[in-house]
């Protein structure tokens, strides 16, 4: 007995887990070495107290203080039965902080007693494993909160797909609740059909140990959002995959937007030039050939520009090509090229498929009107039959044919045009045609009374014809209006003589005359507008115009003004005369118009 009392006193006395005995009372009756190192209290300062005393009070892992009738020892007493391993905390003087302990408490029986009269506890520090503890803790509710407060969608997914957890932003991103998703697996949300690609994504994962790629996901409505998906291989158990989700619908629109500026013109929504010369080097092959190019150009877009306005040449080509993408095939590349430039590529077509394609245009073209103006297209052709020519040579000749057909359609078109432009003049002015008679008789008789020679009567003709050309620039409810015009209504007003040159020199049947256009309004004192040009820095032609067109509006009056006679015209002419008008000229025209009178009296 004796010598077990001694190893056990030994066994006591050296093991490094803290040991104490107490009594049926709650006294402490001993404490071993380690047990006061452990404690920070030595054996006198702990034997005869109980639990409850300051120096044994302990704290709960939460932090609150347990009460000593919760003592895993006083437990151990009052229940008879074995407490523990629990962990508390209690604090250490020396250290002036708390020490967490690891404690186990057995009660002590006397042979053929029930109650115990002894009670043990062992106890060990772990205090740095509490504190390893409690920092991974504390670190994973960071990462609980920074996933779960993530714009990202956030799944943690098994190496068999099955999703093990998601964060609120996944849910929201794709529409399923957290219990939905759950249930479910990634192949279930995937929208890749690809079996083969997405074999081949994991086995990189694994192999890597991450990845970073693009994706689509189903919504629960349906509805399918790109994905960029960033991935990381968590080797935990069978393995984890650890997924974070941004969506990039927006950004995927975007960059297609982009795209698709890249490769279509703005205007048209045709492809663009950029387009074209990719794949005609990516289909210039053997396998393609023959090869027709086709090359269009809108006739008289100049002319329609400087008469009608931008906007209305930019009406113009939207309807060309539309007339392009009718009469082509899906197949065919239809690109613009440049300003009033298409072409179109044709592959495994001959020049007589192109060339039918050519005639449904031109078909097209003839019943085809934007704003009273007819459309029109100068087209050219021509084949790569063999893959010794180059295709950019091709392209070329089709340009030349195009330019040769141009050339010969050119009078035509513009003259369609410009009949267009005086209709349409003639409907918003309300001057007719036998006003425009009228002025050309009169200016006749002006020009053979100054002895003009007959170039020069047929350029006066045709600039009475043309004078107010430009007027088609100018709103129609100004030209209407039946109130005084206003200074902005006669500041419009007064750019038409600008206009109807520009209209002219875009014409080369009409381009000796647009000098002549320009200064029909210029005044004699060089009041007049837009040079200011006075005397005989006025052109005669124009100054010949300026009176037979002052006495017609006088006589014939405006909407806003009412005529006068022919009497109290002459007399407003001769009034001007030096001022306004070239003053040999009202003489002359005065002349004329007191002979016409005499003839008109004397019948």
Partial sequence: VLESEAKHRRLFETMTQGIIYQAADETIISVNPAGERLLGLT??????KTSMDPC????????????????????????GKKVGPVTRGIFHPDKSDYVWLNIMAIPLFQPGETEPFQVYATFEDITERKHAEDALQIAFK?????????????YLVDTSGRILDVNAAYCKMIGYTLEELLNMRVADVEALENSEEVARRMGRILQKGSDR???????KNGQLIDLEASVNYLTVGDGELFVFMRDITERKKTEERIRYISFHDSLTGLYNRTYLEQEMQRLDTGRQLPISIIMADLNGLKLINDTYGHSVGD?????????LKKTCRKEDIIARWGGDEFVIFLPQTDVKKARAICKRIVNECSITEVKKIPLSMALGTAVKENMQKKLFDILNA????????????????????LNALLKTLEEKSFETEEHSQRMQETARKIGEKIDLPETELDRLILLVYLHDIGKITVPEEILTKKEKLTKQDWDYLKKHPESGCRIARSMDDFAHIAEDILCHHEHWNGSGYPKGLKGTEIPLLARVLAVVDAYEVMINGRPYKEPLSKQEAAAELKR?????????????????????IQETDSS
């Fill in 213 to 219: 790629f693009e994706t689509m996901h189903r919504c």
């Fill in 56 to 79: 044994w009070q302990m704290i709960d892992e939460d932090g609150t203080v347990v009460p000593g009738t919760e003592h895993p020892t006083m437990i151990a007493l009052r229940t």
């Fill in 576 to 596: 001007c005369a030096g001022s306004q008008f070239d003053p040999e000229l009202v003489e002359v025209f005065l002349s004329i118009l007191d002979a016409g």
């Fill in 315 to 323: 009406e113009i080509l939207i309807q060309a090509a539309e007339i």
């Fill in 142 to 154: 960071k990462y609980q909160t920074i996933i779960q407060t993530s714009m990202d969608g956030y």
């Fill in 398 to 417: 089709a340009e030349d044919s195009m330019y040769n057909h141009k050339l010969a359609e050119s009078r035509s078109t513009k003259s369609r045009v």
């Fill in 43 to 48: 054996k006198n300062q702990m034997q005869g």
